[in-house]
């Protein structure tokens, strides 16, 4: 996905307006569903392998 850069004073039509909040609704679901699979893995790496905690020196 593109970055659009606006600057101060910019507006977008109702068109333009309608058109970007779509495509980024449609980004955020994508992030979201991706973000889903690295929770599993990151949960399913953590349970098969617990980190053993490092005890500090005084």
Do not use: N, P, Y
């Not at 979201?32 to 490092?54: F, H, P, T």
């Amino acid at each position: 996905m593109g970055f659009i850069k606006f600057t101060k004073g910019t507006s977008l039509s109702d068109k333009d307006r309608k058109a970007l909040q779509k495509l980024l609704g449609a980004e955020k679901k994508k992030l979201q569903s991706a973000l889903k699979d690295v929770d599993a893995s990151i949960s399913m790496l953590g349970g098969a392998k617990k980190a053993k905690k490092k005890k500090k020196k005084k």
